[in-house]
């Protein structure tokens, strides 16, 4: 039971096709999966009343569309495009969190409607690339995913410099800096839901059949960025802040950096042959460090003020120790956790098919 699928219906074997564009991007994030169509009518025959079977197609056929959509203007190359990408990911994720709960009820605890549907999802990167499985868990684990990536998308639109009009180069607003580090946060917690409460119900089979997107290793890596990224947003509003001492901004940037790192411990879980670790293995070695943004603030700033207390305490300080290999970061731990999200209850469609049974 639960069988699962992942294929190229192009069986050349040459390499992956590769979208020829892409929008601008700040935030890592891997091509969306978009969930195809499903015959809930057929496979749930007899088995399900017909109101509910109704709702579950309905509610995934609006996912199906509005997914479609944001992963065509995600390829988008223009800035323009950002304005509606908001509200478009908003209602994506909308739509989504209103599925989920209908869509459990295919799991709960003794049903034998778990097995009967065969979930479809392709990858934005490669749609010649297909992975279904009949088993309702990998749908929610790939509910969960798309809804983490959505997050991520919204992040990076925010993060997006914008012209104001007021005769200066565009730039990324404060409140634009503070609304991502919450859309980070949640972001976090969809993936860290999908490790602690929907790996665990597949099995080790299927978990091994799983597309790499899916892979535990994957999941915690781009669940760490996005904590990641949410320190990097607060180290950079502390650096722009009068008020922000510089123990403050030194311990951002030691925690930065920390998340950096268990991320580079996470990626080699995952296969680099397909491309994906290896991209997103670029990424954190452009963020650790890149001389970019806060980090290039600090890389600034460190050296020059070794440099002036070299200056000044030419008896305490020696050119070679301001160069040479810095000191072990300080073991404390990290602040930022993801936000603390589990899977909702079931919707009461579903008190309603109990009573019938």
């Keep these: 039971m639960g069988c699962g699928l992942s294929r190229e219906k192009d069986a050349g074997g040459g390499p992956r096709r590769r979208p020829g564009s892409v929008g601008d991007v700040v935030v890592f994030l891997p091509g969306l999966r978009v969930p195809r169509s499903v015959d809930f009518s057929q496979a749930l025959a007899g088995r399900l009343d017909k109101v509910a079977v109704e709702r579950l197609s309905s509610l995934r056929a609006r996912v199906v569309d509005m997914a479609m959509q944001e992963s065509a203007a995600a390829l988008k190359p223009k800035r323009r495009a950002a304005a509606r990408h908001g509200s478009s990911t908003a209602n994506l994720l909308q739509a989504l969190e209103d ?12 049903s034998e409607l778990r097995h009967r549907v065969q979930f479809v999802w392709t990858n934005q990167e490669d749609n010649a690339e297909e992975t279904a499985m009949a088993d309702a868990w990998y749908e929610v684990l ?19 410099p914008r012209s104001y009009g007021d005769g200066y180069a565009p730039r990324v607003s404060e409140e634009s800096r503070r609304a991502t580090v919450d859309v980070f946060l949640k972001a976090s917690g969809y993936l860290d839901c999908a490790i602690r409460q929907v790996l665990p119900q597949i099995s080790s089979e299927l978990r091994r059949q799983l597309p790499v997107d899916l892979a535990e290793g994957n999941l915690k890596a781009l669940s760490l960025q996005a904590l990641g990224q949410g320190v990097d947003m607060q180290l950079g509003l502390a650096i722009d802040s009068p008020k922000a001492t510089l123990a403050v901004k030194r311990r951002l940037a030691c925690e930065m950096v920390k998340y950096w790192h268990q991320i580079q411990e996470s990626i080699p879980e995952i296969p680099v042959s397909d491309g994906w670790g290896k991209k997103h293995l670029l990424f954190v070695k452009w963020k650790n460090p890149t001389p970019f943004g806060t980090a290039k603030y600090m890389l600034d700033k460190i050296p020059k003020d070794a440099s002036s207390k070299v200056k000044i305490n030419q008896d305490l300080y020696t050119q070679e120790r301001v160069i040479g290999t810095p ?26 098919e109990d009573g019938r049974q």
């Design 99 to 110: 599925y989920l709960p209908v869509l459990l009820g295919l799991v709960k605890e003794g």
């Design 142 to 160: 790939s509910v969960l995913h798309l809804m983490a990536m959505v997050c991520l998308l919204q992040a990076n639109s925010l993060l997006l």
């Design 327 to 352: 000191p072990p970061l300080p073991d404390f731990a990290l602040a930022l956790k993801p936000d603390d999200y589990d899977l909702p209850p079931l919707d009461p469609l579903w008190n309603k």
